[in-house]
């Protein structure tokens, strides 16, 4: 399977803590997105980082990738109880003339206020 | 803008009934995706439509499953007969394209299914 594969499968920590959540993935990938998913609902991207970068920021998000380990993490800086979640990381590759997206199982995220 | 609309939200069915969900994605997005998510796992891709054309069905149940995008607007999925494994959260996506790129996807909330 080229799936990313999430880890750890749940995370459940206090406010204002940091939270990281890992993927690994299996084949070369164009760019590599993280979504979050509130209970019911349906997935929102959250950033999207390229294969030929290796950090990018967006306000309390931090991703980083690594294309000789296949894997690329997500931090949430101070977290609040309303980044409780699921949380996917989903790798784009080329196929013949389309992408083709494989997400992984997903961390589930508790922020306990 | 309007994000992508998904009906119904809700559909309990029994065994061996059809069933068809909607979506209707975000103007001007030529690219629409089926995903089908089963309780705790991932989103799985079942079908990618470039404008009205199949670019990718590998993970489609072709035997039960179709989806059709007419006039590459607005899309259905439908499912005949409906087995007990089918229950699950259909999602539909879209995205547009930039430079050549698939940006990232905005999702609809869903179609959750219940197959008894």
């Known amino acids: 399977s080229q799936q990313g594969e999430e880890d750890p499968q749940a995370l459940s920590i206090q406010e204002g803590e940091n939270a990281t959540m890992n993927c690994s993935y299996k084949?070369?990938?164009?760019?590599l997105q993280w979504y979050r998913q509130n209970s019911g609902r349906g997935l929102v991207h959250l950033i999207l980082i390229r294969s030929n970068e290796r950090e990018k920021h967006s306000g309390r998000l931090r991703v980083t990738l690594d294309t000789s380990k296949k894997s690329s993490s997500l931090l949430i800086t101070a977290s609040r109880a309303a980044d409780t979640a699921s949380y996917f990381c989903?790798?784009?590759?080329?196929?013949?003339?389309?992408?083709?997206?494989?997400f992984g199982s997903g961390t589930k995220l508790n922020v306990k206020p | 803008e309007a994000g992508v609309a998904q009906s119904p939200r809700y559909k309990i069915i029994e065994k061996r009934q059809s069933v068809a969900f909607w979506c209707n994605p975000i103007s001007g997005h030529a690219t629409l995706y089926w995903y089908q998510q089963i309780l705790g796992q991932g989103p799985k891709l079942l079908i990618q439509?470039?404008?009205?054309?199949?670019?990718?069905d590998s993970q489609l149940p072709k035997d039960r499953f179709s989806a059709e995008r007419l006039k590459g607007v607005d899309s259905t999925l439908k499912i005949q007969p409906a087995k007990l494994e089918d229950s699950a959260v259909y999602l539909c996506?879209?995205?547009?394209?930039?430079?050549?790129?698939?940006?990232?996807?905005?999702f609809g909330p869903g179609t959750r299914l219940t197959v008894l």
């Open positions: 996506a879209s995205s547009s394209m930039r430079g050549g790129r698939l940006n990232e996807q905005f």
């Open positions: 439509f470039q404008n009205n054309g199949v670019v990718d």
């Open positions: 084949t070369s990938i164009n760019n």
């Open positions: 989903a790798t784009t590759r080329s196929s013949y003339n389309f992408n083709k997206f494989y």
